[in-house]
């Protein structure tokens, strides 16, 4: 049964398909302008940060600004460990997510790498905080410092690889670079996860009186409308991927000159 099929016993028209088209194809308009306009104006936002921060650091000192760095960064990671784990959670538990592993999705591991993520920024937030408060007293000082700044360059690391791949895979995949194939089974059981409208038949969790195991799942979904789905909510992980692999960029950029900065001692 096909989407006209289900739009003549529904609603008594058949032109269903065409109008659900032409709406999809409207939203995709706003919010690809949308998306870009925000792209620009965020890439703007960034540049300025960028230029205030070597105008201020050139106005103070550099080893003001570095202590200042220092205390600050347990706090400047709080962004990235709350919306991480909160991405993972969302993308692995929500009922309307294409990512789940309830959805039969192949892709499930995007939400284990964002709380993957979420605790490696919490376990550097952990190493900086120590850093701030460590003092260099003697020579042990100092190696035991150096040491901890190794962990924290390190877990940063795997931070940066964990959002980088998480963006890269993302943006590969809603972009159209890579073509899905879904067999017909994991087009269904996706479409009956991700739907809460009710507007899909044949689900094994619905009454299952009526569910023919024979027959197609949610045949009102085609194999477009699925990809669709995953397409958008890859664009939602490609977004927040970008933002948390900012953030892991610049505080391994701040390692490296703490680093730096003890070896110097």
Not at 31 to 38: D, M, Q, R
Not at 162 to 169: D, H, K, Q, S
Not at 239 to 248: E, M, P, T, V
Request: hydrophobic share 50%; glycine share 4%; proline share 3%.
């Amino acid at each position: 049964r096909n989407g006209t099929e289900w739009c003549l016993s529904n609603h008594n028209v058949t032109d269903c398909e065409s109008i659900r088209d032409t709406a999809e194809n409207r939203m995709n308009t706003y919010a690809y302008s949308f998306l870009t306009i925000n792209a620009i104006w965020g890439a703007c936002l960034v540049i300025l940060l960028i230029i205030t921060l070597a105008m201020l650091q050139g106005i103070i000192s550099t080893p003001v600004v570095q202590k200042s760095k220092e205390t600050n960064i347990p706090a400047w990671l709080t962004f990235p460990i709350m919306f991480s784990l909160l991405a993972g959670c969302v993308l692995l538990f929500s009922p309307s997510s294409f990512l789940s592993n309830g959805s039969s999705s192949r892709f499930y591991w995007i939400g284990i790498s964002y709380m993957m993520a979420a605790g490696t920024f919490f376990f550097t937030a952990l190493l900086g905080w120590y850093l701030s408060v460590k003092t260099v007293l003697n020579t042990h000082d100092i190696m035991i410092k150096r040491v901890a700044v190794t962990v924290f360059i390190a877990s940063l690391f795997f931070a940066t690889f964990a959002v980088g791949a998480v963006f890269a895979f993302s943006i590969i995949y809603s972009l159209d670079f890579i073509a899905v194939p879904l067999e017909d089974n994991e087009r269904g059981s996706i479409a009956c996860a991700v739907d809460s409208s009710g507007g899909c038949s044949n689900c094994p969790s619905q009454n299952v009186t009526l569910f023919n195991m024979n027959e197609a799942y949610c045949p009102e979904w085609n194999q477009r409308d699925v990809i669709r789905v995953m397409q958008s909510q890859l664009k939602q992980s490609a977004s927040l991927g970008a933002i948390f692999l900012i953030y892991a960029l610049s505080a391994l950029r701040f390692a490296f000159d703490l680093r730096s900065h003890i070896n110097a001692y």
